[in-house]
């Protein structure tokens, strides 16, 4: 009997961190402009594979999967890079 073993290409993507600022909104009314002084933007987080990177965008991916040796990817994230403010490799 003879077994067949399938392996999988070699995975290519680094795991990173991407460090990056969102607007913030806020719906209520101010009568005083102090509050209004005190808000500003969010910073964000979001963990994935590095997809691609150029300077205008960013595109990473949260889950994979091998059907066979075939890669699909699924959860894609694309940040304009203006917003971008670290990339960070983990291990």
Known sequence: ???MISS???FKYKR???IWQDI???????????DVDKLTYSWCEDTGYLY?????MLKIFSSFSYDGDKLTV???????RSVVKK???LK
């Open 24 to 34: 913030l909104t806020c719906p209520n009314w101010y009568d005083d402009l102090t």
């Open 8 to 10: 999988k290409p070699k």
């Open 52 to 56: 691609y990177k150029d300077k205008k």
């Open 16 to 18: 990173v961190k991407v």
């Open 87 to 89: 990339i960070e490799v």
């Open 1 to 3: 009997m003879i077994f």
């Open 74 to 80: 699924g959860t894609v994230t694309t940040f304009p």
